[in-house]
């Protein structure tokens, strides 16, 4: 019944699954596993699809035959378990080059050799299939505001976007770009922390229509923010172009864990918000098993990350066939019509009309709303008891 379906769309990227449990603090617990292997652990739970990093897939210093061999044999992967690409990013932060950012970085050398690296992974993930194209400047940033005006880095941000834009065009790729923020970690502060910031970004680029977010349930708890409030935004602009999903808890590092497991509640209404709008882009598990994980825990870790999904969809169906909080729902958002004809796209008849309005304001503030009954029957219905 929760059995993951090609049309769930559920992908994982090399990085999540491949992750050895390395962390600042310890060794890798777990062996490296090859892109092949990994691509074959998520046939065997059932992916759909697979994401990567160009040095996930290709070490950044293999040669051209190495690079050839290493992507034939990625193919046999895909061919042998049906799996496909749906979206590939660079590294633009693990290198020591990178060190003060990649497209803001000081050093010109170091930017432009961000542009030759990004288009050379751009080639590998559009040949593998890739039609959504990741960015997330885990280095752009600073730890001291000392050293880089922080304008500078958004002109230079911009100048990096719109260049690799015409790249695509230039190339005739069917691509677009899904921009990722995160507030801090790995630097102490990232510039555009938030997708709010990305999606005001997009909209000052050369061509703004190529180019949408990536949200991440772990960076917006991060920066205190309700994520699905964050995605709403994203959708309604027309702007969700792909979702990184995982949980974390409020206040911590980037944790990476299990979709659904921490913040049970908010990963509802973010389903539901998916669910009730149509979304129908990937959904990427950027999340990490437990350090404390084998590779049989590690399946289990990413079979449970669907499996959660699947069921919190059902609860949203759920909800919205529940005859009680529908019709509360109705009591909640009742309008007996009065005053439509005075609201809407403003005239001056309107507005007329609506201050001679004669309005009861005591009796406007007198008016409760039924949210603690509706938010018990969400809860008993997530706790299985509706
Ligand atoms: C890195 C980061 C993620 C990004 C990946 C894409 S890499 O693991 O923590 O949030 O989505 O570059
Ligand atoms: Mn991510
Ligand atoms: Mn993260």
């Known amino acids: 019944m929760y059995t993951p379906q090609p049309e769930?769309?559920?992908?994982?990227?090399?990085?999540?699954?491949?992750?050895?449990?390395?962390?600042?603090?310890?060794?890798?617990?777990?062996?490296?596993?090859?892109?092949?292997?990994?691509?074959?652990?998520?046939g065997e739970v059932g992916a759909y699809g697979v994401n990567f990093h160009d040095n996930d897939l290709v070490p950044i210093d293999a040669t051209a035959a190495q690079r050839d061999q290493?992507?034939?044999?990625?193919?046999?992967?895909?061919?042998?378990?049906?799996?496909?690409?749906?979206?590939?990013?660079?590294?633009?932060?693990?290198?020591?080059?990178?060190?003060?950012?990649?497209?803001?970085?000081?050093?010109?050398?170091?930017?432009?050799?961000?542009?030759?690296?990004?288009?050379?992974?751009?080639?590998?993930?559009?040949?593998?299939?890739?039609?959504?194209?990741?960015?997330?400047?885990g280095r752009e940033g600073t730890e001291t505001d000392a050293g880089k005006n922080p304008i500078t880095a958004i002109e230079r941000s911009r100048e990096a976007m719109n260049y690799l834009c015409e790249y695509v065009m230039d190339k005739g790729y069917d691509l677009k770009?899904?921009?990722?923020?995160?507030?801090?970690?790995p630097r102490g502060?990232?510039?555009?922390?938030?997708?709010?910031?990305?999606?005001?970004?997009?909209?000052?680029?050369?061509?703004?229509?190529?180019?949408?977010?990536?949200?991440?349930?772990?960076?917006?708890?991060?920066?205190?923010?309700?994520?699905?409030?964050?995605?709403?935004?994203?959708?309604?602009?027309?702007?969700?172009?792909?979702?990184?999903?995982?949980?974390?808890?409020?206040?911590?590092?980037?944790?990476?864990?299990?979709?659904?497991?921490?913040?049970?509640?908010?990963?509802?209404?973010?389903?539901?918000?998916?669910?009730?709008?149509?979304?129908?882009?990937?959904?990427?598990?950027?999340?990490?098993?437990?350090?404390?994980a084998d590779y049989d825990d590690v399946k289990a870790f990413a079979r449970g990350c669907m499996r959660t999904y699947l069921i919190l969809k059902e609860k949203a169906a759920q909800f919205k066939a529940d005859g009680e909080i529908q019709a509360l729902l109705a009591e909640i958002n009742s309008d007996d019509g009065e005053l439509t004809p005075f609201m809407g796209q403003y005239s001056a008849a309107k507005a007329a009309a609506l201050r001679a309005h004669p309005f009861d304001r005591a009796a406007l503030g007198r008016r409760g709303q039924p949210y603690e009954r509706l938010d018990q029957l969400t809860i008993e219905l997530l706790l299985g008891v509706r």
């Open 189 to 292: 502060d990232i510039y555009n922390a938030t997708t709010g910031n990305m999606l005001a970004f997009i909209q000052t680029l050369d061509h703004p229509n190529m180019v949408g977010v990536n949200p991440e349930v772990a960076h917006e708890h991060m920066a205190g923010l309700n994520f699905t409030h964050q995605v709403a935004q994203a959708l309604e602009a027309g702007k969700l172009f792909h979702i990184d999903l995982n949980d974390q808890a409020f206040g911590r590092y980037d944790q990476d864990y299990r979709f659904g497991s921490v913040n049970l509640k908010s990963a509802f209404f973010l389903v539901k918000l998916l669910a009730d709008n149509g979304y129908d882009g990937n959904l990427h598990f950027d999340a990490h098993a437990y350090r404390t």
């Open 70 to 137: 290493i992507v034939r044999d990625f193919k046999q992967a895909l061919a042998d378990t049906g799996l496909v690409v749906p979206m590939a990013t660079t590294n633009l932060f693990s290198d020591p080059a990178f060190r003060d950012g990649a497209f803001t970085s000081n050093d010109r050398h170091v930017r432009a050799y961000a542009l030759q690296k990004t288009m050379n992974a751009i080639d590998l993930g559009v040949e593998l299939g890739a039609k959504i194209y990741v960015f997330w400047g």
């Open 177 to 185: 770009f899904a921009l990722e923020a995160k507030p801090n970690e």
């Open 8 to 42: 769930n769309k559920f992908t994982f990227g090399l990085w999540t699954v491949g992750n050895p449990g390395r962390d600042p603090f310890g060794e890798a617990v777990r062996h490296t596993l090859s892109p092949v292997e990994i691509v074959h652990l998520l």
